[in-house]
């Protein structure tokens, strides 16, 4: 991999199902069907691809590849692969002083924002150029519903907006070795799940429970949007006049996930990030991670990770009572923009890294964050991380509801996760928390 930023792809490694070079065989990587493909393959011979990347599996799942895609197309690819707060800062400057640096970036929620302000290409145009899309071989339907979504400005645009490379879903995550100690049954309520929590509170020298308290848009609310729907709320009741998160339902849901941190948790819930409940239920040092991606499972059974590897069990998130199932989804796409130099080049290289061919591959080796159900069937796939795994979050993955990001998200979702995490803390109350979000928001919007 070339022109990587200094100690960024190390920094990855042993994140949820990496790969090296080392580990995958791309011997096994047939490139045959992408050839037959009706592409124009080779119509950027000789340019050069600068590519934005946060810190994160995908790249280095990605890595064994590079190769191929540069023999397919007689492109170079060049490579910034950033720590998630430094890339945010870097891909803002670049794209808002339409700077042009990178040609492919990663992006998140901050897709609508630049879409609405024209920041992003649309790729719409390159799906209708016969030279350059291949409907027959590409299958847009395999992708999850969810992720087609998300690349349309998080589901508010008629336009693509980029091609998804990950997706993850809410699973909860439990000691199968304390459920059977203590003669639980996995929870199908989120009632039941309580229950369970507070069993392995009272009778083990551990938290019931961890997860995201730490405020950020990526952060706490991340997971509590989840509950607010599965709830039966929303994050707006009527957009942009009325904000739903100071409804009976978002409170409701607020004041569960708060309490159950508060009583259950570790004394310092309200500062902990993803890695924290990721590291605390590594460590056999927690009952649940309720609920976090299904793409934690590889971290929390790699008995190299977790000496309670073997004890790890996964389930749907649990539903309140006459509530819905609705876990939270979470794309990763890949964009390009108005500004690039090589926007037709960084299409193809987008089709290319969201292919059948790469995902299944990428699911063969064990990447957890497959975009394409397809990927998902494959016997190879499912040996390798197991029945109930695939299962369990193909079935999260089709029933996922994602957030739709406005315009303002990124802002007034800092400030609702802060509020949030103040209820955590008990500075607040839950329903002062998203009382004063609902306005902060509505304030924001308008």
């Known amino acids: 991999m070339k022109a990587v930023s200094a100690g960024t792809v190390g920094a990855v490694a042993g994140l949820a199902g990496c790969l090296g070079e080392e580990d995958a065989d791309v011997d096994d990587f047939d490139l045959s069907s992408i050839e037959e493909a009706d592409i124009d393959w080779e119509r950027h011979e000789g340019e050069d691809l600068t590519l934005g990347f946060v810190e994160h599996p995908f790249v280095d799942n990605f890595e064994p590849l590079e190769s191929q895609f540069e023999d397919l197309t007689g492109m170079t690819l060049s490579w910034d692969v950033l720590p998630e707060s430094e890339f945010r800062t870097q891909r803002d400057t670049d794209v808002t002083t339409e700077g042009g640096t990178w040609d492919v970036f990663m992006a998140d929620q901050v897709v609508t924002q630049y879409y609405e302000s024209d920041w992003l290409q649309p790729l719409d145009g390159y799906f209708d150029d016969d030279d350059l899309y291949d409907e027959e071989w ?130 310092d819930a309200a500062s902990y990030e993803w890695s924290d409940a990721l590291a605390t239920m590594q460590q056999g ?34 539903v309140p009572e006459g509530g819905q199932f609705a876990p939270n989804a979470f794309t990763w796409q890949i964009s390009t923009q108005q500004a690039s130099d090589n926007p037709e080049a960084a299409w193809l290289f987008m089709l290319f890294a969201t292919s059948q061919e790469v995902q299944e591959w990428m699911g063969e080796q064990g990447a957890p964050f ?77």
């Open 138 to 267: 590409y299958e847009t339907d395999d992708i999850f519903e969810a992720s087609i979504e998300a690349c349309h400005a998080a589901g508010t645009a008629d336009e693509w907006t980029g091609l998804p490379i990950t997706v993850e879903a809410l699973t909860l995550f439990y000691r199968e070795d304390l459920y059977e100690e203590h003669d639980l049954e996995v929870p199908e309520t989120m009632n039941e799940m309580l229950e369970n929590i507070e069993t392995i509170h009272e009778n083990e020298d551990m938290p019931g429970v961890v997860a995201r308290g730490e405020r950020g848009y990526g952060m706490n609310i991340f997971i509590l949007n989840s509950y607010i729907r599965s709830w039966g709320g929303e994050l707006w009741e009527e957009y942009p006049e009325e904000s739903g998160l100071d409804s009976d339902e978002a409170i409701e849901a607020a004041e569960f996930y708060v309490d159950m941190l508060q009583e259950y948790g570790p004394g």
């Open 285 to 318: 040092s927690a009952g649940h991670f309720a609920v976090d991606a299904n793409l934690f499972h590889a971290d929390l059974t790699d008995p190299d990770e977790s000496p309670v590897a073997e004890d790890i069990g996964v389930a749907e998130m649990p």
């Open 370 to 446: 497959l975009t394409r159900a397809s990927a998902w069937e494959t016997d190879e796939y499912r040996d390798h991380v197991g029945e109930e795994f695939a299962d369990v979050s193909m079935n999260s993955l089709e029933g996922a509801i994602g957030d739709e990001f406005d315009v303002y998200y990124p802002e007034w979702g800092e400030e609702y996760s802060t509020e949030l995490q103040a209820a955590i803390d008990g500075s607040q109350s839950a329903e002062e928390a998203m009382q004063n979000a609902a306005e902060t928001a509505e304030d924001i919007v308008n």
